[in-house]
């Protein structure tokens, strides 16, 4: 009578049933919840975000024809190494 009339926790019952799954498939249920996806889509917005705000510091900082020209990521990365290099270059001489 004392175990039926308490109520149990509406996570115990849940724990219970993940038990006997592996580490793997507990991961697995985890992150299939809706709570995790949209927390993980936020995390990875905001990295792109910071990862496209460097790469418009990074051009910013390039010499190009016109100034304005629109840069792929790559492109960017390549004349910033030439750029690098032209600069140890002027500090050699």
Not at 33 to 55: D, G, L, P, Q, S
Not at 64 to 93: F, G, W
């Amino acid at each position: 009578l004392c175990a039926q009339s308490r109520m149990a926790e509406p996570g115990e019952a849940v724990k219970k049933d993940l038990q006997h799954l592996s580490r793997e498939e507990r991961r697995r249920r985890r992150r299939a919840t809706a709570k995790y996806r949209t927390a993980h889509a936020t995390r990875e917005r905001i990295r792109v975000e910071a990862f496209n705000m460097a790469f418009a510091e990074l051009r910013k900082l390039l010499p190009t024809l016109p100034p304005d020209k629109k840069l792929s990521k790559i492109e960017i990365l390549r004349l910033a190494i030439c750029y690098i290099s032209y600069l140890n270059h002027v500090l050699d001489v």
